[in-house]
């Protein structure tokens, strides 16, 4: 099973070092911390990296640059 995880680096409800922690324990692991952001990941100020991320990780890459 391949695990993702994708956190704001300033998170004040759950603290960062959580998700780097899950990093180091959780075996096929990907962390991506969004610098800047928050816990609800300051509204939509993210969207596109945090849709590029998870697109990305469950889209196999010979599919990701296809215009499908």
């Known amino acids: 099973v391949r695990v993702l995880t ?3 680096e300033e998170d004040e409800g759950v ?3 959580n998700a780097y922690r899950f990093d180091e324990e959780i075996a ?3 962390l991506h911390v969004i610098p800047k952001a928050r816990h609800n990941y ?3 100020m993210f969207v596109d990296e945090i849709t590029s991320e998870i697109a990305s990780f469950v889209i196999p890459p010979r599919f990701l640059n296809l215009g499908i």
């Open 28 to 30: 096929n692991h990907k």
């Open 6 to 8: 994708i956190h704001g």
């Open 15 to 17: 603290p960062v070092k």
């Open 42 to 44: 300051n509204g939509l």
